[in-house]
């Protein structure tokens, strides 16, 4: 049996300031700043939201901002890299728009029938964009600074960096829905619902160091379910297997589960529902603190621990 998986949820990461993290997500990539919260483990941190207008699953990304954090070191055992959808014959602007920006850059490269340009957030997490000729109809995250032509779609998907692929394969594809697609040298693709938001690539280059949690690595990453019993199937699922599947947690927003696969990377599955807009209208999405309610009731010593965000 397999989790009836949708593709990739959300994806969240560690940064350490978060003035330079919303500046960077928002005029640079031009992506909509979506939710502002806090990290309901910590609440004296930020949780904030990066994607469509909507704050769609497949979209988004989010950041734990803790102040002053050491950098990390991207590698095995940890989500190396994540990739956004961009339109096919985007990258020579988008080449340009990081230049101008002073963002480093790696060239251009060919994976699988795509293009890949390589870059690092202020942080130095690895991001990419994937210019795809596969058809992606999702919207443009809508920005003033870069068109409809060139925007971000969503996720494209994410590498995962392993010493070995074996274990990590296995869950991937006999609990939870996704196949092997192409393969190319150390670099496996598996892909679940099909199309950009929907792969994985488990890298094995031996070349690469050991991860080190800290600023600019990714913290884990969700895949989404449909519902509340689609959730618990596929906790069945995994708890079957052997693996330890922490309970259903309710994030307002979406209600989780979380275990770690084989490899050592954190992986959370996340419900389409409710979504962003149940505390706040779409159109004023992240423009206020947006608390789950049983924080509600210490709105205010929270709000005074933060920083201010203008």
Known sequence: MKTPNKGIHHITAISSDVHRNIQFYTQVLGLRFVKKSVNQDDPGTYHLYYGDYAGSPGTILTFFP???????????????????????????????????????????????????????????????????????????????????????????????????AKATASVLTESMGYSLVSQDGHRARYAAAGGPGSYVDLLTDPSLPRGLNGAGTVHHIAFRVPDDAAQVAARGVLAK????????????????????????VLFEIATDQP????????????????????????????????????
Do not use: C, M
């Open 241 to 264: 297997r052997g693996l330890q599947v922490s309970p259903v947690i309710d994030r307002a927003y979406f209600k989780s589960i979380y275990y770690r696969e084989p490899g050592g």
């Open 66 to 164: 803790w102040a002053g954090l050491q950098r990390g070191r991207p590698g095995t055992g940890q989500s190396y890299a994540t990739a956004f959808s961009v339109p096919a014959g985007s990258l020579p602007f988008w080449q340009k728009r990081l230049a101008e920006f002073k963002v480093t850059s790696l060239p251009v490269e060919k994976r699988f029938a795509d293009e890949v340009l390589p870059f690092f957030d202020v942080d130095g997490l690895r991001l990419e964009l994937i210019a795809t000729s596969e058809s992606d109809s999702r919207p443009p995250a809508p920005s003033r600074e870069v068109a409809a032509d060139y925007a971000i779609r969503g996720f494209h998907g994410a590498t995962l960096a392993l010493t070995d």
């Open 275 to 310: 979504g962003f807009a149940i505390d706040e209208p779409v159109e004023t999405l992240g423009q206020r603190l947006s608390l789950p309610p049983h924080l509600e009731p210490h709105r205010a010593e929270i709000e005074a621990a933060l920083p201010k965000i203008n």
